[in-house]
Nanobody
Framework: QVQLVESGGGLVQPGGSLRLSCAASGTIFSINAMGWYRQAPGKQRDLVATITSGGRTTYIDSVKGRFTISRDNAKNMVYLQMNSLKPEDTAVYYC???????????????WGQGTQVTVSS
């Protein structure tokens, strides 16, 4: 059994910052790519940023230069530092991870329960 638990969401004014954290726990053999997605009301869930086990990162254009994804492989955690937040960043943010639970099992994508980020004055 694998769980991903996000934390760090909340209400922030435009231009402010938040740091999201996501902890993976349970039966974990290895974690490959990790990422953050977000879903605004009435919209589909969209990819925000990804990071490989080696630290290679990708971002959607709208967050480049403002958001930074990072991970701590020893702690099975992924983070999203969000600066210069805008009202259009308001969404539920989900972390995910491609996890192998043992040597013989193909990786499976796991999701957290989501954390609300609201950017408003």
């Amino acid at each position: 059994q694998v769980q991903l638990v996000e934390s760090g969401g909340g209400l922030v004014q435009p231009g402010g910052s938040l740091r999201l954290s996501c902890a993976a726990s349970g039966t974990i053999f290895s974690i490959n790519a990790m990422g953050w997605y977000r879903q605004a009301p009435g919209k589909q869930r969209d990819l925000v940023a990804t990071i490989t086990s080696g630290g290679r990162t990708t971002y959607i254009d709208s967050v480049k230069g403002r958001f930074t994804i990072s991970r701590d492989n020893a702690k099975n955690m992924v983070y999203l530092q969000m600066n210069s937040l805008k009202p259009e960043d308001t969404a539920v943010y989900y972390c995910n991870a491609d996890i192998e639970t043992d040597y013989y099992t193909r990786e499976h994508k796991y999701w957290g329960q989501g954390t609300q980020v609201t950017v408003s004055s």
